[in-house]
């Protein structure tokens, strides 16, 4: 069983940055693909980015290309999303999904979560 924790959220003001990691441990980390997700109150949950066991193939959605970077390093079981350039529509809470699917952009296909952090940007 797979275990993800999140953290590095918290508020910002627009045009700012945050970086969120999210440490897991109980599997092989460096055969899973990890993403990041978000879901803004009265909203679903949305697909953010995404990076592959060997960080060769990275996704990202429009909403986010150019200020985003998803990025992993596997002796420390963690992935990181460096948020740049932040904008009030950004606020949500944002969470980490691991998956053996090689690619993987759909909720549907991550089984394993974290349990959320909360980034707020606002003024």
Not at 21 to 38: E, H, P, Q, V
Not at 47 to 61: E, L, Q
Not at 82 to 90: A, F, G, I, R, Y
């Amino acid at each position: 069983q797979v275990q993800l924790v999140e953290s590095g959220g918290g508020l910002v003001q627009p045009g700012g940055s945050l970086r969120l990691s999210c440490a897991a441990s109980g599997g092989t980390f460096s055969s899973l693909t990890m993403a990041w997700f978000r879901q803004a109150p009265g909203k679903q949950r949305e697909f953010v980015a995404a990076i592959s066991w060997t960080g060769s193939r990275i996704y990202y959605s429009d909403s986010v290309k150019g200020r985003f970077t998803i990025s992993r390093d596997n002796a420390k079981n963690t992935v990181y999303l460096q948020m740049n350039s932040l904008k009030p529509e950004d606020t949500a809470v944002y969470y980490c999904a691991a998956t053996g699917y090689v690619s993987a952009t759909s909720r549907s296909q991550y089984p394993y979560w974290g349990q959320g952090t909360q980034v707020t940007v606002s003024s």
